[in-house]
């Protein structure tokens, strides 16, 4: 039997090292309670342990707060969380950027409210944030249901604290056909996700993954820790929050929103985006802004904050830095 330098076999080398990592691990997970519960607010509302800001229904939303400079504020898509903007958060983060996201509420780590789960009260909630950390010159970037929050935002708080905007793989100006937009998803395709959600979510947070990060592609690289991430955040949500949600992200039109936009704004989209089509969405919503650039990523699909998160990354900071 091989032996470790030791002489110890190497199996019984490897258990103790497996044990060692797991009392580490659990030492690590119990550390944070801890602190929360013995350090003082800096705020009412604002733990220095775990950020969190009371809104003004009582609901709590949860935030993090890293770094120093110029804020960088994200908005997750459905049915996510902030851990989906960890990647860009960590690399503005490193260049000299303050970044910040939260859970909507009803997704992850915040409240779980029956009511409130509607653009407008998202927007409040961001408008709430921003204000409560005295934020200016802020970037704001959303991705898919987070864009329409932050061109809600815009529409209904304007643009005082903000300088910039990136939509990614954004929902504006709008998911369901109309009248106004003839060539956008008939509502029955939301009706079908309504269904699947309230029969069985989890199995089809799970299916969704498939188009969500286009692994259902020839030659996808795509593991099953990316999916897994995906359906652990989604299954975090409430069902009623996420439930309702589906009809905040198809079915609000974001044209006048996109109108009140006159700081520089840019979209970036997937070609290949199976879950909120190119042609109905950045195509459109790029011509309503007054300073819109696109940016279109051959082969992308919906979840470019994991599929293509190096070029991302990259545009993200030179957006931001100039």
Same mark, same amino acid.
């Given at each position: /039997?091989?032996?470790?330098?030791?002489? +110890?076999?190497?199996?019984?080398?490897?258990?103790?090292?497996?044990?060692?990592?797991?009392?580490?691990? =659990?030492?690590?997970?119990?550390?944070?309670?801890?602190?929360?519960?013995?350090?003082?607010?800096?705020?009412? %509302?604002?733990?220095?342990?775990? *950020?969190?800001?009371?809104?003004?229904?009582?609901?709590?939303? !949860?935030?993090?707060?890293?770094?120093?400079?110029?804020?960088?504020?994200?908005? *997750?898509?459905?049915?996510?969380?902030?851990?989906?903007?960890?990647? $860009? /958060? /960590?690399?503005?983060?490193?260049?000299?950027?303050?970044?910040? #996201? *939260?859970?909507?509420?009803? *997704?992850?780590?915040?409240? $779980?409210?029956?009511?409130?789960? &509607?653009?407008?009260?998202?927007?409040?909630?961001?408008?709430?944030?921003?204000?409560?950390?005295?934020?200016? %010159? =802020?970037?704001?970037?959303?991705?898919?249901?987070?864009?329409?929050?932050? +061109?809600?935002?815009?529409?209904?708080?304007?643009?005082?604290?903000?300088?910039?905007?990136?939509?990614?793989?954004?929902?504006?100006?709008?998911?369901?056909?109309? +009248?106004?937009?003839?060539? =956008?998803?008939?509502?029955?395709?939301?009706?079908?996700?309504?269904?699947?959600?309230?029969? &069985?979510?989890?199995?089809?947070?799970?299916?969704?993954?498939?188009?969500? !990060?286009?692994? %259902?592609?020839?030659?996808?690289?795509?593991?099953?820790?990316?999916? &897994?991430?995906?359906?652990?955040?989604? /299954?975090?949500?409430?069902?009623?929050?996420? !439930?309702?949600?589906?009809? $905040?992200?198809?079915?609000?039109?974001?044209?006048?929103?996109?109108?009140?936009?006159?700081?520089?704004?840019?979209?970036?989209?997937?070609?290949?985006?199976?879950?909120?089509?190119?042609? %109905?969405?950045?195509?459109?919503?790029?011509?309503?802004?007054?300073?819109?650039?696109?940016?279109?990523?051959?082969?992308?699909?919906?979840?470019? #904050?994991?599929?293509?998160?190096?070029?991302?990354?990259?545009?993200?900071?030179?957006?931001?830095?100039?």
């Amino acid at each position: /039997m091989q032996k470790d330098s030791s002489g +110890a076999p190497a199996q019984t080398a490897r258990r103790q090292l497996l044990s060692t990592t797991a009392g580490l691990a =659990a030492a690590a997970i119990s550390l944070p309670a801890a602190a929360a519960s013995a350090s003082p607010q800096s705020t009412p %509302n604002r733990s220095k342990t775990m *950020h969190t800001l009371t809104l003004k229904d009582g609901a709590q939303l !949860f935030y993090k707060d890293w770094g120093k400079g110029r804020p960088v504020v994200f908005s *997750h898509g459905w049915p996510l969380t902030s851990d989906a903007w960890e990647d $860009q /958060m /960590m690399f503005l983060g490193q260049h000299g950027f303050r970044v910040i #996201a *939260h859970d909507r509420r009803g *997704h992850g780590r915040s409240s $779980q409210t029956w009511d409130g789960n &509607d653009m407008d009260t998202y927007a409040d909630d961001l408008a709430a944030l921003i204000d409560a950390l005295d934020l200016k %010159n =802020a970037v704001l970037v959303g991705h898919s249901t987070g864009g329409g929050e932050v +061109a809600r935002y815009i529409g209904r708080h304007g643009t005082a604290r903000v300088g910039k905007a990136v939509l990614v793989g954004a929902v504006p100006p709008t998911m369901m056909k109309s +009248a106004a937009y003839p060539d =956008a998803l008939p509502k029955e395709v939301f009706d079908g996700i309504r269904a699947a959600v309230a029969a &069985d979510r989890s199995q089809f947070f799970k299916d969704l993954t498939e188009p969500f !990060f286009g692994a %259902n592609r020839p030659g996808a690289k795509v593991s099953q820790g990316m999916k &897994d991430a995906f359906w652990l955040m989604g /299954m975090q949500g409430s069902l009623k929050a996420e !439930f309702d949600c589906i009809r $905040q992200f198809s079915e609000t039109d974001f044209t006048e929103d996109l109108r009140r936009m006159t700081i520089p704004t840019l979209f970036i989209h997937g070609d290949d985006d199976q879950v909120v089509p190119l042609a %109905n969405s950045a195509v459109l919503a790029v011509k309503l802004v007054k300073n819109g650039t696109l940016k279109i990523y051959p082969g992308g699909g919906h979840g470019l #904050a994991a599929t293509a998160k190096q070029q991302l990354n990259e545009d993200l900071l030179a957006f931001a830095r100039d």
